[in-house]
Each structure stands twice: as structure tokens, then as C-alpha cells.
């Protein structure tokens, strides 16, 4: 009998307990919520944690004794809410809670983001602190907001390990969507020290017919993995990945046996397309590539092509260009062609448009004129312009945080009805990690990789490029808080 009162209590407890009583705060997640949303209430987890708010989350239904409702709606399509822009956000405030809604799973990311740096900065501590959450809206001002990187290479051949560390990109990518920024533009290869730019495609396709056009020291399979994995990361937090390929050599064939060059390239374009498939954005360099307008059109549309991707983007760099050829190319890709123009050439320098391109000047220098935008903002026009930021040029040695500097070049960011920006960061041309950069490595025992360094330059750029509108005092307590110094928690030593 004690037996059966026993299994009969534990019965009782356990229908309690699944009716979800509560008497604190509860956060309603209504809808099946995809990646990028996931990760951001990680961190409203621990915002409602170190202000000492007891909580709970729940599916679908809240408890109806809850003292307080934050509700997440995940994304409807636009069902029940028109949005004038992707990646836009609102918080609401009701009369015993508030609502999180956005245009998309990562307009939802940066909502939630957004709730939890309310909580973190209310003043006070436990319930109260909910007594100060406040209507707000978000939307981007630049549809286009990336950083910069480049993959090194060490030596002829070898990808450096920094590429292979998973936990270097899970944190990267976390730092990237906690400022606001949607693209990792990863131009390929650098190789240093010498300073050159070997051809991607070698690094990570082997064709069965053609092994010389490939180098035999690389493992292709692992290094096509892991590409894989970064891209399938970045997505996870709501950031996608493009990826430039600078050159056209290939280490066993002649740079003059263009057919041979083209049949290679077309067909390893195709194979990475489809073994990565979540690829944003996939492109060339053509000014020191050796090769014409005509040469990337052959090899990389029909690459494209033979990829059946009808999704992927292709994107170019102006320099030594010319108009007309890159037209064709637009034309034969309309719609999904994009074009990255020097932000005043090699350098960041002023936070405005300084170069221009006047073809009649005889004291215009050479150098100006192909690093300016030139004729490429005229129309008809066949491609989107992302403005590069070569900030790398102007910045590379000590860490600086100007927001009135930054929000005044994000602004120029659409000159040229231009969607937004590429920033070559301060560690593009380097290794990552910080005991392989330091004459003394005992000065990086604060961080684990170089961006941490430079979280404060990562922070007022995207938030900036995001909304230019951000408060320099809001950036300032932003860069104080806790989360602003690291790539992401735990990534210190």
C-alpha cells in the first residue's frame, strides 16, 4: 500500500511539474526556431541570469501563474507582418511581458541580441530589472555589411593550422553576428612571406584526369571539409560566406594553354560549388591575374553552369578592369553579379570619397585612376557595388576605436547607390594565432586569437554599418561590458 502511495505521489509531482506552473519569468518560444535565433538566446539565458532573474523557457504555452512573458516569435514569412527590409527586428512591450518578432531568422537573431543588452544594462538586479525594457525597432542601413579575411598559406604549399581550428570560427563567427555583420568575404590565397596570391582551386579540388593541376603536397578532401564546416558554421550564426579567388595559375599547366586552364578551372568551379553548397557568394580577381574578361567568363560562368547552382552569386574586384567586359559578364549573369570597388584605393584614409577618375586630366596619376571607381558607377550598370574598405593599408600595427570616424564613412557606404561594405580587418594578411604574430607571446596571454584583439574595431563597424544612428555612448558601454572583449565566452585562456 505505501508502495502504491509512493508511485501514486510521484505521479502527482511529475503532472505538476509537466503543467509548467511558474511564478517567475518565462520565455515563450512560439514556432520552430532555426540556428541563428538558437545561438541569441544563449545569450538572453545569461543576461536574465547575471541580473538574477529567476526563469524558464517553454514551448508554445506559457504558465498561466508566470509573473512575466518574453515571447520569441519565430519568423512567419511576412504572414502577419509586412517588413520593409531582411534582417529588421522588433521588440514590443505588453501589458505583463514582451514580445521579440523579425522579418527572418536573423532580423530575429539581432532582436533577441538587442533584448538581452536591455537587461544587461537596466539599472539594478532580479525582477525590477524587466520594469525597464523599452519598444524597439531595427532594420539594416547597409544590406551588405562583411569583413575581409584571407586564408594564408605557408611556403609554396601548406594551409596555415589556424584554418583547421573549428574553435577559432565558431568564436569568430559568434563576434561577427554579435555585431551585426551578415558576410566573412574570404579572398584566397595569401601566401607570406612572400606576399603573392596563389589560385585557390588547387588548395582543394583535384580533377581525376588532370592530377597536375593540382598540388600534390595538399590534401584536398580534408581542406574541401573543413571549407565545408566554416561555411556551415557562419550559417549557423546567421553570416554568410563568399569566397574570392585571386589568381588563374595552376601549378602544372602552362599560363599560356588557356584551353587547358579553362577546362580545369570550369570543372573544379563546378565541384566545389556543389560540394559546398551553402556558399553565398563565389568570385575572381581579374587586374593581376594575367588573364582577360574573357577568360573568367568562359572558365567561371560555365563553372557555374555546369554546377546546376542556380542560387550562387558571383562577385569581382574592379581593379585593372574595364567596363565593358565586366558588362558582359553582368549581362550573362543578371541579377546575381556584384562588383567590389576600392574605397579609395590601398587605403582607408579619409572617411569620405576622395578619388575620383578624370580621364582628360593630365595630372590625374595613373595609380588614382585605376584605384578609383571611375566609370564603374555609371549605367546602365549590370552589377551591385560593395564598396572594399582596404583598411589594412592605413591600420596595421595598434588597435583604435574612432565611431564618429566609422559612422561617417558606413554613411558614404551608398554613395553610387552602392549596398554596402567588405573591411579588410587588421589581421587579413596574418596568422591568427597570437603566439605566432607576437615577438614575445607572453604579451597575448589575454587572448586565445588575434581578432579578440581587436574586438572594440569589429563592435563599431558592424553596429555602425548596421545602424549609423547607434549612440557613441551606447558603443562606448557596449565595448565595456563583458562579451565586448572576446570572441565569445570561454574563448580566453
Known amino acids: 500500500m505505501n508502495l502504491r502511495k509512493t508511485i501514486f505521489s510521484a505521479l502527482v509531482a511529475a503532472v505538476l511539474l509537466s503543467s509548467e506552473v ?14 541563428p535565433p538558437q545561438f541569441a538566446l544563449g545569450d538572453l539565458r545569461a543576461a536574465l541570469k547575471a541580473k538574477g532573474i529567476a526563469f524558464a523557457f ?13 515571447e520569441i516569435e519565430a519568423p512567419d514569412g511576412g504572414k502577419r507582418r509586412a517588413w520593409a527590409k531582411p534582417e529588421s527586428y522588433r521588440i514590443t512591450v505588453q501589458e505583463r511581458g514582451v514580445v521579440v518578432s523579425g522579418s527572418d531568422p536573423v532580423g530575429l537573431m539581432y532582436g533577441i541580441f538587442a533584448l538581452a543588452e536591455q537587461v544587461r544594462f537596466a539599472p539594478g538586479r532580479g525582477d525590477a530589472v524587466l520594469g525597464h525594457i523599452r519598444d524597439a525597432f531595427g532594420e539594416p542601413a547597409l544590406q551588405i555589411r562583411a569583413d575581409n579575411p584571407f586564408i594564408t598559406v605557408e611556403g609554396e604549399t601548406g594551409i596555415s593550422d589556424w ?7 565558431q568564436n569568430y563567427f559568434a563576434m561577427l553576428a554579435r555585431n551585426r555583420y551578415n558576410l566573412c568575404d574570404i579572398h584566397a590565397m595569401y601566401r607570406y612571406p612572400q606576399t603573392n596570391f596563389p589560385n585557390l582551386l588547387p588548395f582543394f579540388i583535384k580533377k581525376p584526369d588532370m592530377p597536375e593541376a593540382s598540388w600534390a603536397s595538399e590534401d584536398q ?3 574541401l571539409a573543413m571549407l565545408k564546416r566554416i561555411v556551415d558554421i557562419a550559417e549557423a550564426h546567421g ?6 579567388n585571386y589568381s588563374a595559375d595552376l601549378p602544372g599547366v602552362n599560363m599560356g594553354d588557356e584551353a587547358k586552364m579553362i577546362e580545369y578551372m570550369s570543372w573544379a568551379i563546378a565541384e566545389l560549388l556543389r560540394r559546398v553548397p551553402k556558399l553565398w557568394m563565389f568570385g575572381f580577381r581579374i587586374g593581376e591575374s594575367g588573364k582577360s574578361a574573357d577568360f573568367f567568363e568562359k572558365a567561371y560562368i560555365d563553372g557555374v553552369v555546369r554546377s546546376g547552382r542556380k542560387d550562387i552569386r558571383l562577385y569581382t574586384r574592379h581593379w585593372l578592369a574595364d567596363f565593358r567586359s565586366l558588362s558582359k559578364i553582368g549581362m550573362k549573369y543578371p541579377g546575381k553579379f556584384y562588383l567590389e570597388i576600392k574605397y579609395n584605393g590601398e587605403h582607408l584614409a579619409a572617411p569620405y570619397h576622395a578619388l575620383a577618375a578624370f580621364e582628360e586630366a593630365e595630372f590625374y596619376p595613373d595609380i588614382w585612376r585605376d584605384n578609383s571607381y571611375g566609370e564603374f558607377l555609371n549605367y546602365p550598370r549590370y552589377w551591385h557595388i560593395i564598396w572594399q574598405i582596404r583598411a589594412n593599408g592605413t591600420h596595421r600595427l595598434f588597435p583604435w576605436n574612432d565611431a564618429e570616424f566609422a559612422r561617417r564613412t558606413v554613411r558614404t557606404c551608398t554613395f553610387g547607390k552602392a549596398i554596402g561594405f567588405t573591411m579588410e580587418p587588421i589581421t587579413a594578411y596574418f596568422r591568427q594565432e597570437p603566439e605566432r604574430v607576437f615577438k614575445n607571446p607572453a604579451e597575448a596571454d589575454y587572448m586565445r586569437y588575434m581578432p579578440e584583439r581587436y574586438w572594440s574595431w569589429y563592435l563599431i563597424w558592424g553596429r555602425l554599418g548596421y545602424d549609423p544612428n547607434t549612440p557613441t555612448a551606447f558603443l562606448r558601454r557596449l565595448s565595456l561590458s563583458t562579451t565586448g572583449r572576446r570572441l565569445d565566452r570561454g574563448s580566453t585562456r
Open 58 to 70: 517553454r514551448n508554445g504555452e506559457e504558465a498561466a501563474t508566470s509573473d512575466f512573458v518574453i
Open 22 to 35: 511558474f511564478g517567475g519569468t518565462v520565455v515563450v518560444v512560439r514556432g520552430n526556431l532555426s540556428s
Open 163 to 169: 584554418f583547421y581550428d573549428e574553435q577559432y570560427w
Open 221 to 223: 578532401e580534408r581542406n
Open 239 to 244: 553570416v554568410h560566406v563568399a569566397l574570392m
